[in-house]
């Protein structure tokens, strides 16, 4: 019971220190400016994280969770340890020095390390939620979102309090948008995602090295990453940070992009190949097959449902949908043999959940349909 309100508290208190050291750096406006100005960049990326998680959606408390510690747990950490890195550059290295290796040294190793800890603490603690790649994807993603969420409502309010909103092109708002917000908003999620991808392989891998190997290999891959984008714009010139952007950034976001569409589209062969064996044991009906196959045949039966019936039918018809994708994803593991006693038991949990969600959306259909005819 303590936990969460131990939680809660941590992130208030992470939250109103944030706000409390913004308002004395840039002032209460140029806040409340930044604040305006960082809406638009997580208003694209969660939408897009949500986007890949379509086939098994995540809780939304978890997502929530990710989200919530990147904005504010994870953001208070990085600034206190990145200021202090600053200080000691200056001492050691010379006035001067210490932002530089502050944002190239410092900020790639504590930023991608705190932002991972939510997608390493639910696979530690929910271990069932993490069923590939995608799962890490889309924790990680979430988690990055947030920070960059926090991040940008500092820059913007800094650079609206010293140049205004400017025109564009020279320093201000409008300027620091176009670079933050519409040049490379996912560049954030986009390190933090290859954490995520690595925690996804160590998580169903069977290789017991590859179990930590693979999510150090993505934390480092982040780091460089990461690393690579500050030099770029803090050592070189315009010349050198588009090099960097188009010839290296660019090419990484696709590569990620087709990897999370191949993800996608073999997240919906493992639910097609189930849906037969589960149609035959009569788990489902035969007639569902073909609208349980595909995300298009969901999304229509979901809106027939709330257009005939209502909203309540059109979630329960939702519920319905994910026990049974959940449950063709461990039916695969135990075909392959990537499961143990509690995934057996867990099998026959999801089953009774996919009986009583199957019945509740015909009860609420058939509730609907009466309605109408009374009606």
């Known amino acids: 019971m303590l936990l969460p309100v131990l939680g809660l508290v941590l992130v208030a208190l992470c939250g109103l220190l944030l706000f409390g050291l913004a308002t004395v750096r840039v002032g209460v406006l140029a806040v409340v400016i930044g604040v305006v100005a960082a809406v638009v960049p997580v208003a ?3 939408p897009a994280f949500l986007w890949i998680d379509r086939w098994e959606p995540e809780p939304a408390r978890f997502l929530l969770i990710a989200f919530v510690w990147g904005a ?3 953001t208070l950490t990085a600034l206190l340890v990145n200021d202090t890195a600053a200080a000691v550059g200056d001492m050691l290295l010379g006035i001067g020095h210490g932002d530089t290796f502050s944002a190239v040294v410092s900020a790639p190793l504590v930023e991608e390390a705190v932002k991972a800890v939510p997608v390493v603490a639910l696979l530690w603690l929910r271990p069932r939620e993490f069923d590939g790649l995608v799962d890490g994807i889309v924790y990680a993603g979430f988690s990055a979102a947030g920070f960059a969420f926090t991040e940008n409502i500092y820059y913007f309010g800094r650079a609206f309090a010293e140049n205004g909103f400017g025109d564009g092109t020279s320093g201000g708002v409008l300027a620091a948008f ?8 996912f560049t954030h999620p986009l390190f933090t995602v290859l954490t995520g991808i690595g925690v996804g392989v160590g998580a169903r ?3 017991a090295p590859l179990k930590v190997l693979a999510p150090l290999g993505g ?5 460089l990453l990461h690393a690579l984008w500050n030099a770029a714009a803090t050592l070189g010139g315009a010349t050198t940070f588009l090099d960097v952007y188009f010839l290296i950034m660019v090419p990484m976001f696709v590569g ?4 999370v569409l191949w993800q996608r589209r073999r997240e919906q062969r ?4 189930a849906l037969p064996a ?6 489902i009906a035969r007639s569902e097959v073909e609208l349980l196959a595909s995300l298009r045949g969901r999304r229509r039966w979901r809106r027939q449902a709330r257009r005939e019936s209502g909203r309540r039918a059109a979630r329960a018809v939702a519920d319905y949908q994910a026990g049974v994708t959940e449950l063709a994803f461990l039916r695969r593991n135990l075909r392959l043999g990537h499961s143990d006693n509690g995934d057996r038991r867990r099998h026959d949990e999801l089953l009774a959940v996919v009986r009583a969600t199957r019945a509740e959306a015909v009860r609420q259909a058939e509730a609907g349909r009466r309605a109408a005819r009374n009606g």
């Open 219 to 223: 934390y480092l891959g982040a780091v």
């Open 72 to 74: 504010c747990v994870a």
């Open 256 to 259: 990620v992009l087709l990897l």
């Open 270 to 273: 493992i639910v097609a190949a």
């Open 44 to 46: 694209i990326v969660v």
């Open 205 to 207: 891998t069977k290789v």
């Open 278 to 283: 589960m149609a035959e044991a009569r788990w």
């Open 178 to 185: 176009v670079l933050r917000g519409v040049l490379s908003p």
